[in-house]
């Protein structure tokens, strides 16, 4: 009997090649997935990628969000990278209204250092920045409208006041704005009647407002553009605050502040720059002799937001009636309503002798 094997063959071999096509086709595929999610992994860039110093620090963001556990961390539209091109930048970035600290209305996505520290040991804080955007909603007459806050010295005692703000604060309709610092003295006695002295670095001071809600002074000559970059260096080094001030095309600018013993501890050291700010809010306090002597202190960096949406009838230095979209963050940031700031550098670590010139 002659048995026909051809069909049963031809089957055999069509069954094979189809088994063969598909186990290559799912390789191929999970190959091709297991090479997407590679890259994936790859392009994710973490802010402490960027910058290496983020163990040292802890953060609070706009919604409230805290953590101190920051390497290989970020937060989408807070805290995350973004390249110009050709440079990687740490992006902190934070609405007008969210969630914020205990002892501020204002929102922020920003650094705090978890080593404290005295004037008398002091420490030392670098920051190469640019900022991409202050808010374009507020009240020109309020100080700190338009403005943000991108490097700090706070106390953890005594009155927790501030030796040391640095803002970046731009009018609308302008192209450049100011760079200045401000030193808020430690109360004497009640802490109400606390205020900071303003000094500009490039621009101007933050005693300069608009004389309406919707009028502006002069664009600063001399001021900084969004988008531009600059450098601060803060050195307090026994007691003695130093800071350098440096941007491409600028003049670099220096400043010492003694964070031992007050400049203003009697009224007749008030500045007549306060009395013309401050007083139509009775703030007219005068200065612990000894200033931060001795008090804890820490640094801060990222972006503080000082437009906030108080009334400027109850503050007319820091209620800067700016729209807040009933706290909705996604109406603020699609509406200018928002501070963001990048930085491609930073350092934090011990004082330095201060280079004598």
């Not at 910058?51 to 609070?60: P, V």
């Not at 664009?219 to 531009?228: H, L, N, Q, S, V």
Request: hydrophobic share 30%; proline share 4%; aromatic share 12%.
């Amino acid at each position: 009997m002659t048995i026909k094997y051809r069909p049963i063959l031809v089957a055999t071999l069509v069954l094979v090649g189809l088994s063969l096509t598909l186990s290559s086709c799912f390789n191929t595929e999970k190959k091709s997935t297991e090479k997407s999610i590679e890259n994936d992994t790859l392009a994710t860039k973490y802010p402490s990628d960027v910058i290496s110093f983020m163990e040292q620090w802890k953060i609070l963001l706009g919604d409230g969000t805290k953590t101190d556990k920051l390497v290989k961390y970020k937060k989408d539209d807070f805290f995350y990278v973004d390249t110009d091109g050709k440079t990687d930048w740490v992006v902190y970035k934070t609405p007008n209204s969210g969630i914020t600290s205990r002892t501020s209305s204002n929102t922020r996505t920003e650094l705090g250092q978890k080593e404290h520290w005295i004037p008398e040991v002091g420490g030392k804080l670098t920051g190469t920045l640019k900022v991409m955007h202050v808010s374009t909603s507020a009240d020109a007459r309020v100080a700190a409208s338009y403005s943000v806050v991108v490097g700090q010295i706070h106390s953890d005692e005594g009155n927790e006041n501030e030796p040391l703000k640095i803002f970046y604060k731009k009018f609308p309709g302008h192209k450049k704005g100011s760079v200045f610092w401000n030193y808020e003295i430690n109360t004497a006695g009640d802490n109400s009647k606390r205020w900071d002295y303003s000094s500009a670095v490039w621009g101007y001071d933050m005693s300069v407002v608009g004389k309406s809600p919707t009028s502006y002074p002069e664009e600063p000559e001399d001021g900084i553009e969004i988008g531009e970059e600059f450098s601060y260096e803060v050195n307090v080094h026994k007691g003695i605050m130093y800071l350098t001030f440096t941007s491409e095309g600028h003049e670099t600018v220096k400043f010492t502040k003694n964070l031992l013993k007050s400049d203003f501890a009697t009224k007749a050291d008030i500045p007549e720059q306060i009395w013309n700010l401050y007083a139509s809010i009775g703030r007219d306090g005068t200065e612990i002799d000894t200033a931060y002597a001795g008090e804890i202190q820490y640094f801060k960096q990222g972006a503080y937001n000082q437009t906030n949406g108080k009334k400027p009838e109850d503050n007319i230095v820091w209620s800067t009636g700016s729209e807040t979209y009933g706290g909705d963050i996604a109406k603020q940031y699609a509406n200018g309503c928002y501070a963001e700031v990048w930085f491609k550098d930073a350092t934090v670590g011990p004082s330095t002798a201060p280079t004598v010139e």
